[in-house]
């Protein structure tokens, strides 16, 4: 049998690991290091469980977050919670303005491996009236050089949804 | 309680010709060599760290290191806590032996990052966000920094700095490339440290140009405000002050230790008020919501916890140096802050005053308060690179060498070494600042 092919660089070795599944790198000290390829693939069952009504109303074009039940908390958080972080209490679900401002942002040159395709995007937190905490999305029809901490935003919703956090989106309000 | 020895290997992209067992044993051999009178028979047992079983693909690698090191049957525990991993290795071993259940504990820490690609390995390392909330948005954590040094630098450069520029988005603008300039000070600052440091990854001379030019990652982190991935070990031996006055005629004492937490969503952080330090009064702050996203609450829960158990009440006179977990340039501005090595709002101006570079090296600069508090004398993860379940044993490393005066003869530079230094700081952070550990360390000698 054939040895695995041999090689110096370690970027040049990577190729061949994905043709024969093997390689052997002769590292610095001279000495033969066999590196194999070695995928690794898995289906999770997600249950979004108890935040489920959360992707279910986006699907149906509504932002839900969630309010404290406690009387004299009260509290609202945009991204929604089955118990309140301040209290303990449990929440309600309460919809949310589908309008708000940028609280903070970012265009992202890059990403995760499963997300590298989509760049660039922008990131953005959004305040809401009324909600004391924030809510993170993806912010589109702008660029880097529109975006600005402040700006008036609006909500858009995925048709048909893909039950991710990704389908709402946020674009400059008109 | 006491650090008496510690062993790190050279942090590199990828160490194809060791596994992490051996990685971890060459580490910890270096430590037993530095006290010959410890022999393994006396180290009551270990606190083994690593953050992410995606990177190793191998659970329970820490029952591997145990063994490989010889270390069974003692008692052992595996240590994660995100980015902070190595940090709380630290503590661990500490509690290990400040509650009497142990004399000697090693906290040995690794993390080969090199199995997989750069990008993927992001995603592993975003798998640490909130996977229905945050990872499905992009899955990068550069991405979250980014947007909390976007807030950081509105808070306290467009709200002072750009104050009387009318168009709001010129004044953020402008804000935000004053902070560019900033950060890459740091960038400049922390690679050309490390150009002494034997153990870096990336060591190198730049210009706060060359930071500015480097590729854009997220706006406005650019590649070299950034640390990168890496594989490598270290090692700390932790032991009870009669064990080491018997090891050692140089030993460092642990003097406080601190941890804090918070939400693991960016989205969730509260808007509050400062807890604050007995050199802060609450007026300064009277118009700050606090931390929001633009500072880390973890950070300033385990300063306070840290400096008041060793007896500090002013931080930047009574430490020598700190070794903080500057895995963004962005997050070492924000941490002076935290820490109080400046109030809140100032860090950007501390940096440029100098105060965390080094007295004697040239950086290219204008920095006259240079030596102040030298901040990442060693590099920082910038430079030295990140092999996150090592990277909080690296600093207490770096830091026990310090203190023992030894920098020379470790890093064969005496460049690095800060005259007399009695007392410092390790600082190990984890998430977008949802868990922090500060640990105090003095001369024992």
Redesign the interface.
């Known amino acids: 049998m054939p040895r695995p092919k041999k090689f110096r660089q370690f970027r040049e070795l990577q190729e061949e690991l994905g043709r024969s599944g093997a390689a052997i790198l002769e590292d610095k000290a001279g000495g033969e290091d066999l590196i194999v390829d070695s995928p690794y693939s898995i289906r999770y069952i997600h249950s979004y469980a108890e935040d489920s009504p959360f992707f279910l109303g986006l699907a149906e074009g509504k932002l839900l977050g969630s309010r404290c039940t406690r009387r004299g908390c009260g509290f609202v958080f945009a991204t929604p919670r089955g118990h309140c972080m301040v209290c303990g209490s449990p929440t309600e679900w309460t919809e949310l303005p589908r309008s708000g401002r940028v609280h903070s942002w970012t265009t992202c040159h890059f990403g995760s491996e499963a997300f590298l395709r989509e760049t660039p995007y922008n990131l953005a937190l959004v305040e809401f009236d009324g909600a004391g905490s924030l809510l993170l999305a993806r912010l589109k029809d702008c660029t880097e050089a529109d975006v600005y901490v402040g700006m008036p935003v609006e909500a858009r919703f995925a048709s048909p949804p893909k039950y991710l956090i990704t389908d709402v989106w946020f674009v400059p309000a008109r | 309680m006491f650090l008496v020895s510690g062993g790190v290997t050279k942090f590199a992209?990828?160490h194809?010709?060791m596994d992490f067992r051996l990685m971890v044993k060459r580490a910890c051999d270096q430590a037993l060599a530095e006290v010959p009178n410890l022999t393994a028979d006396r180290i009551d047992g270990t606190r083994i760290s690593y953050f992410s079983d995606h990177f190793t693909?191998q659970l329970k690698a820490a029952s591997m290191v145990q063994d490989y090191l010889g270390m069974n049957p003692k008692g052992s525990v595996r240590i994660e806590w995100g980015g902070a991993t190595g940090g709380e290795c630290f503590q661990a071993a500490y509690e290990a032996v400040a509650s009497g259940r142990m004399d000697v504990c090693l906290a040995a820490g690794f993390e080969t990052m090199?199995r997989v690609?750069t990008?993927?390995g992001?995603?592993f390392i975003?798998l640490a966000s909130d996977?229905?909330?945050?990872?499905?948005?992009?899955?990068?954590y550069?991405?979250y920094y980014?947007?909390?040094v976007?807030?950081h630098m509105?808070e306290y450069l467009?709200r002072s700095k750009f104050a009387n520029v009318k168009d709001?988005?010129e004044a953020?603008r402008r804000a935000i490339a004053e902070g560019q300039r900033v950060m890459s000070w740091v960038s400049v600052k922390n690679h050309r440290n490390a150009l002494h440091n034997p153990y870096a990854q990336y060591p190198k001379r730049l210009t706060v140009d060359d930071v500015l030019r480097s590729?854009?990652?997220?706006?406005?982190l650019t590649r070299e405000q950034i640390c990168t991935m890496s594989d490598g070990a270290a090692t700390a031996i932790l032991c009870t002050e009669p064990v080491a006055r018997e090891l050692t005629d140089r030993p460092v004492r642990v003097t406080g230790v601190g941890t804090g937490t918070d939400?693991m969503?960016?989205?969730?952080?509260?808007?509050g008020r400062v807890p604050l330090y007995p050199h802060e009064r609450a007026a300064d702050y009277a118009k700050l919501d606090y931390p929001g996203?633009h500072s880390f609450r973890a950070g300033r829960a385990a300063g306070l916890e840290a400096y008041r158990m060793a007896g500090l009440t002013d931080p930047i006179h009574q430490l020598d140096f700190i070794e903080l977990h500057d895995a963004y340039a962005s997050s070492e501005i924000q941490t002076y802050e935290d820490l109080g090595l400046c109030k809140y709002g100032e860090g950007y101006d501390f940096t440029l005053s100098g105060a965390p570079f080094l007295k004697h090296l040239e950086y290219g600069l204008p920095v006259p308060e240079a030596g102040k508090i030298p901040v990442n004398p060693s590099g920082g993860l910038i430079a030295c690179g990140h092999p996150v379940g090592a990277t909080g044993l690296m600093q207490a490393v770096f830091a026990l060498w310090q203190l023992q005066g030894s920098v020379a003869k470790h890093f064969g530079d005496p460049t690095l070494q800060i005259a007399n230094a009695k007392r410092g700081a390790i600082h190990s952070h984890a998430g977008t600042g949802s868990a922090v550990t500060v640990s105090i360390l003095e001369r024992g000698f």
């Open positions: 992209k990828a194809p010709e693909r090199s690609a990008w993927k992001n995603e975003a996977t229905n909330y945050d990872f499905p948005l992009g899955g990068f550069t991405g980014a947007l909390m976007v807030r509105y467009r709001e988005r953020q590729e854009m990652i997220s706006y406005p939400t969503r960016l989205a969730d952080r509260p808007f996203v």
